[in-house]
Structures are given as C-alpha cells and as structure tokens.
T-cell receptor, first 112, second 114 residues
Framework: DTEVTQTPKHLVMGMTNKKSLKCEQH?????MYWYKQKAKKPPELMFV???????INESVPSRFSPECPNSSLLNLHLHALQPEDSALYLC???????????FGSGTRLTVV | AQSVTQLDSQVPVFEEAPVELRCNYS??????LFWYVQYPNQGLQLLLK??????LVKGINGFEAEFNKSQTSFHLRKPSVHISDTAEYFC????????????FGSGTRLLVRP
C-alpha cells in the first residue's frame, strides 16, 4: 500500500460546527503532516507529527486541533472556523530522509 | 532560511513541443530538491527528486531535471509534452538539517494546447 487516504473528499460546514478530517497511511512512515492550500497557491505547512508526537506547529490558530491516535492515523479537528479557512487540506507522510514523501488527494473544505 | 522562486506563473506550449519550467532556490544550507505535479482537484504527486549523485535526474511521465549548484537552479524539462501534462507544477526544497520541512515555490501552470 503506497497511498495516503484522506476522508472526506469534500466537506461543507457552518461556522458553529465541529468536524474532523481523517488521514491514514500504511507505509510505515513515522512522520505525518497537515498542509493547507488556497486556490492558485502552494501548500502551506500547518503541523508535523513525528513518531506520534507533535513536533512542528506553524502558529496555526487553535480552531484547528491535530491528533495522532497511532502511527497510521492523523486527524484534524475543526471548530468555529471562518470562511477564510475554506481551502484544500492535504495530508502527507514521509519515511526517513524524505524517501517516499507522499501526499493524499486532499479534503476540499468550504466554510459557510 | 530557504526560498524557492518559480518565475513563470504560466507556460503555454503546443502539444509535442519541448518545455522547460524554471526553478531557482536560495538556502544557507544544503538542500534536497523536488518537483511535484498537481492535477485539478487532486493532491500532489512526486515527479522527481534530487538527493545526491548525478545532477541529471529522471522522473515519471518522461520528465527530467538538472541540478546546477553554482546557479542554484533545478529546472524541469520534457522533450515532448502531451495534453495530459496540463497541470500545476511545484518546485520544492528541503533543508538537509531539517528533513521535515518542505518549502514550495509559487507554482507554474503548464498549459498544453493542441
């Protein structure tokens, strides 16, 4: 299995909702990432988990809450988002030395 | 700190013509170099990477790139493009002393016309 699977593919949520994005990989990668990508822009790093511990938080607002339940799963909990948070959210994973840095196909999030 | 510059925001080209997408980078430490492709409404797919060794790197879908350390460039080339190559292409670098960071350029949209 050489894929990173993200669910759901599309999500529409209101500003008072709580929702979660899920990411799963079975490549044995020990680093997992969340990126945010706005239209016609490159991906921006949000969080990095290394060996199931949060190692990098790129000053992301607290309305985004990451969670790594185990080495194969990565969640992003969303609460009280703003319309400007609408974007493509990408999950990625990597092994040692950036061999096999793999992206998922993303979740298209719309906040209304 | 690192930065990546892709000067061309869009490159139009006719089918079966050659293409070069330019990438220049700046870094105070040695870096690994990558090219990714993103088709509409999809994630990023790795085209090729330079980690060490030969400066000419061959990737998937007939693409290749050449690392030029003196010019700090990593240009992507394909000798003959297809309509299906129409996509957004991102150059990225990762500092060797912090392999978790991937710094992207602003992207180049390759538009292949019949």
């Amino acid at each position: 299995d050489t894929e990173v699977t993200q669910t759901p593919k599309h999500l529409v949520m209101g500003m008072t909702n709580k929702k979660s994005l899920k990411c799963e990989q079975h490549m044995g990668h020990r680093a997992m990432y969340w990126y945010k990508q706005k239209a016609k822009k490159p991906p921006e790093l949000m969080f990095v988990y290394s060996y199931e511990k949060l190692s990098i938080n790129e000053s992301v607002p607290s309305r985004f809450s990451p969670e790594c339940p185990n080495s194969s799963l990565l969640n992003l909990h969303l609460h009280a988002l703003q319309p400007e948070d609408s974007a493509l959210y990408l999950c990625a994973s990597s092994g040692t030395g950036l061999y096999g840095y793999t992206f998922g196909s993303g979740t298209r999030l719309t906040v209304v | 700190a690192q930065s990546v510059t892709q000067l061309d925001s869009q490159v139009p080209v006719f089918e079966e013509a050659p293409v070069e997408l330019r990438c220049n980078y700046s870094s105070s430490v040695s870096v690994y170099l990558f090219w990714y492709v993103q088709y509409p409404n999809q994630g990023l797919q790795l085209l090729l990477k330079y980690l060490s060794g030969s400066t000419l790197v061959k990737g998937i879908n007939g693409f290749e790139a050449e690392f030029n350390k003196s010019q700090t460039s990593f240009h992507l080339r394909k000798p003959s493009v297809h309509i299906s190559d129409t996509a957004e292409y991102f150059c990225a670098v990762s500092p060797m002393d912090s392999s978790y960071k991937l710094i992207f350029g602003s992207g180049t949209r390759l538009l292949v016309r019949p």
